[in-house]
């Protein structure tokens, strides 16, 4: 009998490794309803995502300068996509940084393991901290990433030295 449970155990753990990871992909938008990260790569800008958290010093002090690169470039080449580390119970404290900020760019929210999973799902590189940020190409290559602070500057130089290839 144990033979013939073990196919249907593991069935049900690749359906769960496979939930797992779809829930990992999929984040919170700010108001109803989820998005997958892969929504927003590959069309056709460059993708800058902005992994932060409403009480970290250093996203509280990049944070402008990523909403103003947003606002130079979306029109353009390339975009920055936000995804709040702060969770369903943080929701107020993410609103409020982006308030705060007067951040322009779009944003998700997920919990924080779920966030390091998508950041490994992504990278196969374990998550370290905020704020992180991943690169995208326009075909939807992730091209970097970084953790801690990286002066938009970076990003630009990065952006232009691979567009020009």
């Known amino acids: 009998m144990f033979k013939r449970m073990n196919p249907v155990i593991w069935g049900l753990f690749a359906m ?25 790569t590959g ?6 995502v902005m992994l932060w958290a409403s009480d970290c010093h250093v996203c509280n002090e990049e944070v402008e300068q990523y909403n103003a690169f947003h606002l130079n470039r979306h029109d353009k080449d390339a ?24 951040v322009k ?9 779920q966030v390091a999973r998508l950041y490994n799902q992504q990278t196969g590189s374990r998550w370290i901290g905020t704020p992180s940020f991943l690169v995208y ?19 630009e130089s990065f952006i232009s030295k691979h567009a020009a290839k």
């Open 16 to 40: 769960l490794v496979a939930v797992q990871s779809v829930a990992a992909s999929s984040l919170d938008t700010l108001g109803a309803g989820t998005q997958a990260l892969d929504k927003h």
């Open 43 to 48: 069309k056709g800008k460059w993708l800058v």
């Open 79 to 102: 975009e920055v996509l936000g995804v709040s580390l702060d969770g369903r119970q943080g929701q107020a404290d993410a609103e409020s940084f982006l308030q705060r900020h007067d």
């Open 105 to 113: 760019f779009p944003n998700l929210i997920g919990e924080p393991e």
């Open 137 to 155: 190409s326009p075909t939807g290559e992730l091209m970097a990433r970084q953790a801690g602070a990286v002066p938009v500057e970076l990003i």
